[in-house]
């Protein structure tokens, strides 16, 4: 929210509800009920949460501004009722699932406004962290501390979007390797022939194009961690390379005979069930016994879903580092995000929080926000009232806008003579003339043109006018306009 306006002549209730808004984060201002007005005419805010202690004095403001969503706050309970944009009432004492749903009633009331518009942007970051509180994610960060300051070779497995490179980065960065390289070899990207010069490098010539000798990912690894990512994906006969590179530390260049020796921790990662592939003769037992020295187990989100809260809290605030403006959830809209399957896991849900920064940013996500797949339980979505006066006022706009747009394509098939002509009719008269009357006259002319187009169908025309039915029946009574035969037949 830009700004939160109190308004109360309650010192107390001031105080209380300043450090409520400014502990969660969100700009106030605060103004007395004599003060309120003015600032309201010179001062545009998102919400305004007004002491309904002197309910008509609240009423009166209320209506005086029916552009801005307010927010009853009351000290018990009463018959008082949310109605246009009184978009919520709520009593003491104001907790963060009521605040937040407050607000997004509030912005709802906003966006929604007829003649509203939205905007949108977003630039983000990858989500690079190992965060929850759940067992197993504790789990993992307790076997990662246990590992990382060894040199033991470390197989992560877990379904993908889980984050294993992220568990492997960890590893690194708690190793005495953490001043070295962290390369990453993606196993499964990399077609077979060309694997073993990029994992071992090559000589000049050892093939056509290799015009100049080149180092592989061992080299470039050295001192640091080598992460062989997707390793299920390797090829049968480069396994066996692997395999002894892993006993014996060192290896040749493609096209080379002096083997090289290295210092590199191995780390690989695999989504696949490498037992299975095993007994399938499509990945070798003895490279698998080799790299299963520490296996660690990257749990889906399916499995943490308690997680979820602090995912969405740590995504959050790493794309606000970046300046720009991020979503917040209310309660019922995380608790629908926990109840989801989550069959992409955490890839999955940083993709989500991405896609909704962009829909609603610097806005609060209730559940009817979520796209349908992850809106979870009956709730009715909240559907701004507004003042009749409100509706009106944009219904003729639109018409007013389309009537010139008409006039100006009738006026360029005309001739020039029956231009100048219509520019006669347009002026003021010499003796002035009764805008009541003229607008009056107008209005008359409008409804009973859209009252003829629809076969004096009124809750038709009505559509066609932009307004309610009740309203445009109030209007007929008003200027007493009534179909012709109706009225013969009356005589």
Not at 153 to 158: E, F, N, Q, R
């Amino acid at each position: 929210m830009k700004d939160i306006l109190l308004v109360s002549d309650n010192g107390d209730l001031i105080h209380k509800l300043e450090t409520i808004i400014t502990f969660l984060g969100e700009p106030c201002n605060s103004k007395s009920f004599a003060d309120c007005a003015s600032y309201l005419k010179s001062h545009s805010v998102d919400a305004v949460l007004i002491d309904y202690s002197i309910a008509d004095q609240a009423k009166s403001l209320v209506t005086l501004f029916p552009h801005t969503p307010f927010v009853a706050i009351q000290e018990k309970e009463s018959d008082a009722s949310p109605d246009c944009n009184l978009v919520n009432v709520v009593t003491l004492p104001l907790t963060y699932p009521i605040l937040t749903q407050s607000i997004h009633r509030c912005q709802e009331y906003s966006r929604r406004k007829p003649g509203a518009g939205k905007s949108s942007g977003l630039k983000t970051r990858l989500f690079r962290s190992l965060v929850g509180r759940s067992d197993e994610i504790q789990n993992v960060r307790r076997m990662v501390e246990q590992v990382a300051p060894t040199d033991a070779t470390v197989l992560i497995l877990g379904e993908s979007g889980t984050g294993k490179e992220v568990v492997a980065r960890n590893v690194h960065f708690l190793s005495a390797r953490k001043d070295g390289p962290f390369i990453p070899v993606n196993c499964g990207a990399i077609p077979g022939e060309l694997l073993e010069s990029e994992l071992f490098g090559h000589e000049k010539g050892a093939f056509t194009g290799a015009i100049s000798a080149r180092k592989g990912r061992f080299e470039l690894a050295e001192n640091g961690t080598l992460f062989l990512d997707e390793i299920g994906d390797m090829p049968l006969q480069m396994q066996v390379k692997l395999l002894r590179v892993l006993q014996e530390r060192t290896f040749e260049r493609v096209g080379g005979s002096s083997p090289l020796r290295c210092n590199v921790r191995i780390i690989a990662a695999t989504h696949r069930d490498l037992e299975t592939m095993i007994r399938e003769d499509k990945f070798r037992e003895d490279l698998y016994y080799r790299l299963n020295v520490f296996p660690i187990d990257s749990p889906a989100l399916r499995d943490r879903k308690e997680d979820i809260p602090l995912l969405l809290q740590e995504l959050i605030s790493r794309i606000q580092g970046d300046g720009v403006d991020v979503v917040r959830f209310t309660e019922m809209a995380i608790a629908s995000l926990m109840e989801h399957s989550w069959d992409g896991n955490v890839r999955e849900l940083a993709n989500l929080v991405e896609r909704l920064s962009i829909l609603y940013p610097g806005q609060v996500v209730d559940i009817q926000d979520l796209p349908p797949k992850y809106q979870y339980g009956d709730v009715e979505a909240y559907q701004p009232d507004y003042p009749e006066e409100l509706l009106e006022r944009d219904a003729f706009n639109a018409l007013f806008a389309e009537a010139a747009a008409q006039e100006d394509t009738s006026s360029s098939d005309s001739t020039e003579a029956g231009a100048a002509d219509d520019q006669n009719n347009s002026q003021l008269p010499a003796e002035g003339v009764n805008l009541k009357e003229y607008l009056s006259d107008l209005e008359i002319n409008l409804i009973i043109q859209a009252l003829e187009q629809q076969d004096w169908v009124v809750a038709r025309a009505a559509d066609k006018l932009g307004m309610r039915r009740t309203t445009l029946v109030e209007k007929m009574r008003k200027y007493d306009i009534q179909r012709e035969e109706q009225i013969s037949s009356d005589n």
